[in-house]
């Protein structure tokens, strides 16, 4: 066996390399109480205002009373608290928080007054009968679906955790999709119930002084086990890290010892080290004692040990075996290396950072042929370079029979034609969406804007901006996300900027009121559906919407092009003088003060 020293300097050298992702998952596992409890002691350090104290008596006091049975005294003081919040939230109309208007503060607002959990009490009461009956079930779906998330998350995310620092001490990559590793193998329900068991197992030996610690380090190689080999039995598992673990609990106990300085730092730092270094560091030194250990039992040749035969986890397949396993995927990548002759000059320039294609149409398609089928290759070239796991060469393949949606190609290149189409289905479908949320928020129908044809263009503008200036993030869809959620924020705040200075302060919206909004100009409700309707845009609409358009005739296509695009410019210079207003359009105060 290696020394400390040696297995705390590999497992160092593995953290640098791996850090954001082994971080990650140690922080997910401190947050669903996997491992590291202790971890996130920094949330419990805050300070709450006599205000909210009240507040939440009050809400407990309105839970209790459904429970009794008393429903007109709790929803009376649901209602007060409301109203107290939403009283509150008009005589500071500058808030950022607001509580008064939006679904983020009908939501927020239904937790905090406690109505959400009258309402349901309430509602099971009036099926049931009977108060008593419905705190039982109330309690015993509650203990239920905490022994639920535990079993099928918490329970077994160190098998996850643990396949994750596995791969990291041989391979330079880890994908993000290691997370999902159970599940493509399909051994998420088998692998919950051998840590169930477990857990159980430990459970009752903890019912002796000396379980307590002898059993903890008996059983504590069991995720590393399964997650080699996620097929075996699951008192194989258990039996095995025991005959692993017989003669080094000693030697595991004071390993874990020498961690007393780093726990004593995390104390002090009310768990801000243990998050950003010693949680993961510790992991990774486990990870090479049991790496080091299988390896001294492998020889030992003791029962049961062949059951870890993942040999690709701990050494890299050779080159030939790659060859032979992967030969269409290598071929694939040495075909591709074949490129079309692609744009020069303006059209090169307009294509890589725009997206948008200057080209002749045939010549643009076959481009993208050959780009998407280097998109479907690109998951394998770090394994064919021996820089990720070779998941193919696994003892459970995966399943790889899933339908493909070829069709859906996001990384292609855009006509200015296909552009202008888009714009207008997207101002329309957003006027439409605008004018419905209004019939079903008001109860009326109103002409949504201030131009007076029936498109928002600031959906139209958004969404192609959105196909264009963030062309080049379209491979990374979360940072694709929050470019959105940035670049749909500004357009719309400095469009209700230029309105607002261009009609003497007429607003044509105003989230004033709703929860994190900004001069109730932008607010988190709207800029989360703009990030999520922009992410379906730049990923399914906009493909499948192009697909459709490519097949339309070209001289129709930019003679209905050219009509609307006349229309537009013609109600935008009328507008101009003679804007869209009226109730429900720029009368947003006033509704505000009758609320």
Known sequence: METRKELK?????????????????????????????????????????????????????????????????????????????????????????????????????SFSTGSIYVTFITGMNAIIGHPNITSIILVSASLLLSFLTWFFLGNMYQVISRRIFLEGRTYQKVPIQRFLFLLRVKKWNKTAWTMFVTSAFYSLWCLTIVGIVVKRYSYILVPYIVAENPNIKTLDAINLSRRMMDGHKWECFKLELSYIGWTILGALTAGITEILYSNPYKVATLTEYYANLREVKKQEDIPGIKKLNDKYLYEKASKETLEEEYADVIDALKHSRVKLEKPNGIKKVVADFLGISLSDTKEMEQIEQEDRKKQRLEIFKNVVKRKEYPMRLFTIPERHHRQKLDTINYMRKYSIWSLIAMFFIFAIIGWVWEVILHIIVDGEFVKRGVLHGPWLPIYGYGGILILTVLNKFRDKPLIQFLTI???????????????????????????????????????????????????????????????????????????????????????????????????????????????
């Not at 004033?512 to 730049?538: D, K, P, Q």
């Open 485 to 595: 959620i940035v670049l749909c924020g500004t357009i719309e705040y400095f469009t209700a900027v230029y309105l607002e200075y261009a009609y003497n302060g007429q607003k044509w919206w105003d989230y004033t009121g709703y929860f994190l909004n900004l001069h109730g100009r932008i607010c988190a409700e709207g800029l989360l559906v703009f990030g999520l309707g922009g992410i379906a845009v730049v990923y399914i609409v906009a493909p499948l919407l192009d697909n459709i358009i490519q097949k339309i005739d070209r001289k129709k296509l930019i003679t209905v092009c050219c009509i609307l695009l006349a229309l537009f410019i013609f109600d935008n210079i009328y507008s101009k003088t003679d804007p869209n207003v009226g109730k429900g359009i720029t009368d947003y105060q006033m509704i505000i003060l009758k609320e």
């Open 9 to 109: 300097k590999k497992a160092r050298k593995n953290l640098k390399r791996h850090y954001p992702i082994f971080m990650v998952a140690c922080i997910i596992a401190a947050f669903i109480g996997s491992e590291f409890l202790g971890s996130f002691n920094i949330t419990e350090l805050k300070v709450f205002p006599t205000s909210i104290t009240t507040q939440t008596e009050k809400v407990d006091k309105a839970v209790e009373d459904a429970l009794n049975g008393n429903a007109e005294e709790s929803k009376k003081v649901t209602k007060e608290l409301k109203s107290e919040i939403i009283k509150q939230d008009q005589l500071d109309q500058k808030k950022v928080l607001g509580r008064s208007r939006g679904v983020f503060a009908m939501i927020v607002n």
